[in-house]
């Protein structure tokens, strides 16, 4: 069990018998009250998120779930195939809803974690970084600098980032899955 005041980004807590992750977490003093935990919690069944305030007298069960590496082969039909790392034949999907943000981040044979709670896959993981390549980008336009010199451009899988001015259609760039943000180019 853990007490209000243990609970970090990044730790899987059970609530409702359903595993959960902290997304966010703040540690209020308020004048005159006993301090709380303020967090923003995500599932990882539905991928919905939540606030949610512990108080000194609440504590939570944490949640250890075990994480395998897998690699994302497929998509139809809004079904994200996937398969074991050395093991092809052990396929296994999961819907769009299952995985939630982490859909946008997945191209082909990207590998990713699996989540697995009570013997089930409930949810992936994508790395931190991920390298894309740029699908298409508009051309930049000398003097355009205004709003901080910066772009959108669309990824092989249909994402949308913005990147700055010099990055053009072909290059590869690394992304933060976690941020959403443009890191560094790193190809042609």
Do not use: C
């Amino acid at each position: 069990m853990l007490a209000y005041n243990e609970l970090r980004k990044g730790t899987f807590i059970l609530l409702n018998d359903e595993p959960w992750i902290v997304e966010e977490f703040e540690f209020l003093r308020m004048q005159k009250r006993k301090p709380v935990a303020k967090v923003r919690i995500k599932s990882l069944v539905t991928g919905k998120t939540q606030e949610r305030t512990f108080h000194q007298s609440d504590s939570v069960e944490e949640v250890a779930l075990t994480k395998t590496p897998v690699r994302f082969l497929y998509e139809s039909r809004g079904e994200f195939w996937f398969d074991e790392a050395g093991n092809p034949k052990n396929r296994f999907s999961l819907s769009k809803e299952e995985i939630a943000d982490a859909a946008q981040f997945l191209k082909q044979n990207l590998e990713v974690i699996a989540l697995i709670f009570n013997d089930k896959i409930i949810n992936i993981e994508p790395p931190v970084k991920v390298d894309y390549k740029v699908a298409s980008a508009p051309p930049a336009i000398r003097g355009n600098t205004a709003q901080g010199g910066n772009k959108t451009v669309t990824l092989e899988n249909g994402l949308e980032i913005q990147v700055p001015l010099f990055v053009n259609e072909g290059d590869v760039i690394r992304v933060n899955t976690q941020l959403k943000t443009y890191v560094e180019r790193v190809g042609k």
